[in-house]
Protein backbone atom coordinates (compact mmCIF):
# COMPACT_ATOMS: atom_id res chain seq x y z
CA UNK A 1 0.00 0.00 0.00
CA UNK A 2 1.32 3.05 -1.05
CA UNK A 3 -0.34 6.35 0.15
CA UNK A 4 0.40 9.90 -1.61
CA UNK A 5 0.23 13.60 -0.34
CA UNK A 6 0.18 16.18 -3.17
CA UNK A 7 0.86 20.19 -2.60
CA UNK A 8 2.15 23.05 -5.01
CA UNK A 9 -0.59 23.52 -7.20
CA UNK A 10 -2.07 27.06 -7.53
CA UNK A 11 -3.29 29.85 -10.11
CA UNK A 12 -0.20 31.77 -12.69
CA UNK A 13 -0.11 33.27 -15.76
CA UNK A 14 1.21 31.67 -19.23
CA UNK A 15 4.85 31.80 -19.05
CA UNK A 16 5.20 31.40 -15.26
CA UNK A 17 5.97 28.50 -12.93
CA UNK A 18 4.90 26.15 -10.63
CA UNK A 19 6.49 23.04 -8.27
CA UNK A 20 4.44 20.38 -7.52
CA UNK A 21 5.15 18.20 -4.71
CA UNK A 22 4.07 14.35 -4.11
CA UNK A 23 5.19 12.54 -0.98
CA UNK A 24 5.25 8.97 -0.01
CA UNK A 25 3.52 8.75 3.52
CA UNK A 26 4.06 4.96 3.36
CA UNK A 27 5.20 2.10 1.17
CA UNK A 28 7.30 2.57 -1.73
CA UNK A 29 6.99 2.03 -5.70
CA UNK A 30 9.44 1.47 -8.34
CA UNK A 31 7.92 3.71 -10.54
CA UNK A 32 6.27 7.54 -9.96
CA UNK A 33 4.17 8.90 -12.58
CA UNK A 34 2.13 12.64 -12.52
CA UNK A 35 -0.70 12.99 -14.48
CA UNK A 36 -3.38 15.36 -15.24
CA UNK A 37 -7.09 15.94 -16.09
CA UNK A 38 -8.95 18.56 -17.68
CA UNK A 39 -12.70 19.18 -17.72
CA UNK A 40 -14.14 17.03 -19.61
CA UNK A 41 -10.89 15.09 -21.02
CA UNK A 42 -9.42 11.92 -20.05
CA UNK A 43 -6.47 11.51 -17.85
CA UNK A 44 -3.46 11.51 -19.20
CA UNK A 45 0.53 10.97 -18.55
CA UNK A 46 2.53 13.90 -17.94
CA UNK A 47 5.82 12.49 -16.81
CA UNK A 48 7.32 8.96 -15.43
CA UNK A 49 10.46 8.58 -13.10
CA UNK A 50 11.71 5.46 -12.51
CA UNK A 51 13.22 6.16 -8.98
CA UNK A 52 15.69 3.40 -8.74
CA UNK A 53 17.67 4.61 -11.62
CA UNK A 54 16.16 7.82 -11.88
CA UNK A 55 15.80 7.39 -15.62
CA UNK A 56 12.61 9.96 -16.39
CA UNK A 57 9.89 10.46 -19.32
CA UNK A 58 7.77 13.14 -20.81
CA UNK A 59 4.67 13.37 -22.88
CA UNK A 60 5.53 15.28 -25.91
CA UNK A 61 3.41 18.25 -24.62
CA UNK A 62 5.30 19.20 -21.95
CA UNK A 63 8.65 17.93 -23.13
CA UNK A 64 11.48 20.81 -22.68
CA UNK A 65 9.35 22.53 -19.62
CA UNK A 66 8.53 20.37 -16.79
CA UNK A 67 11.29 18.68 -15.15
CA UNK A 68 10.37 15.27 -12.60
CA UNK A 69 12.55 14.76 -9.94
CA UNK A 70 13.00 12.87 -6.47
CA UNK A 71 14.51 13.76 -3.35
CA UNK A 72 14.87 10.27 -1.53
CA UNK A 73 15.72 11.42 2.36
CA UNK A 74 11.88 13.16 1.59
CA UNK A 75 10.12 10.49 0.36
CA UNK A 76 9.08 13.15 -2.30
CA UNK A 77 8.93 13.59 -5.84
CA UNK A 78 8.55 16.88 -7.89
CA UNK A 79 7.36 18.46 -11.18
CA UNK A 80 8.73 21.54 -12.18
CA UNK A 81 6.73 23.17 -14.65
CA UNK A 82 8.14 26.36 -16.63
CA UNK A 83 6.98 27.89 -19.33
CA UNK A 84 3.16 27.16 -18.30
CA UNK A 85 0.90 27.50 -21.05
CA UNK A 86 -3.20 27.78 -20.93
CA UNK A 87 -3.52 24.30 -22.36
CA UNK A 88 -1.82 23.36 -19.19
CA UNK A 89 -4.55 23.83 -16.33
CA UNK A 90 -5.73 20.47 -15.34
CA UNK A 91 -6.26 19.00 -12.15
CA UNK A 92 -2.50 17.15 -11.39
CA UNK A 93 -2.21 13.82 -10.13
CA UNK A 94 0.48 11.96 -8.87
CA UNK A 95 0.56 8.47 -8.61
CA UNK A 96 2.56 4.93 -8.01
CA UNK A 97 2.78 1.43 -9.88
CA UNK A 98 3.40 1.39 -13.36
CA UNK A 99 5.83 -1.56 -14.74
CA UNK A 100 9.38 -0.37 -16.29
CA UNK A 101 9.82 -1.08 -20.11
CA UNK A 102 12.99 -0.43 -22.05
CA UNK A 103 14.41 1.36 -18.78
CA UNK A 104 11.70 3.48 -18.65
CA UNK A 105 8.43 3.57 -16.45
CA UNK A 106 5.13 4.02 -18.87
CA UNK A 107 2.68 6.38 -18.39
CA UNK A 108 -0.40 4.19 -18.63
CA UNK A 109 -2.86 5.64 -16.34
CA UNK A 110 -4.49 1.81 -15.95
CA UNK A 111 -1.20 0.59 -14.58
CA UNK A 112 -0.85 2.98 -11.81
CA UNK A 113 -2.30 1.90 -8.64
CA UNK A 114 -2.09 4.10 -5.98
CA UNK A 115 -3.24 7.86 -6.52
CA UNK A 116 -2.60 11.18 -4.75
CA UNK A 117 -5.87 13.34 -3.98
CA UNK A 118 -4.78 15.95 -6.99
CA UNK A 119 -3.84 19.70 -6.48
CA UNK A 120 -5.01 22.05 -9.28
CA UNK A 121 -3.12 24.23 -11.36
CA UNK A 122 -4.85 26.94 -13.74
CA UNK A 123 -2.93 29.32 -15.77
CA UNK A 124 -4.59 31.82 -17.40
CA UNK A 125 -3.82 33.72 -20.43
Known amino acids: QVQLAESGGGSVQAGGSLRLSCTRV??????MGWFRQAPGKEREGVSS????????YYADSVRGRFTISQDNAKNTVYLQMNSLKPEDTAMYYC????????????????????WGQGTQVTVSS
Open 95 to 114: AAGGYVRGGYCNLDVKSYNF
Open 26 to 31: TGNSVC
Open 49 to 56: LYTRYTNT
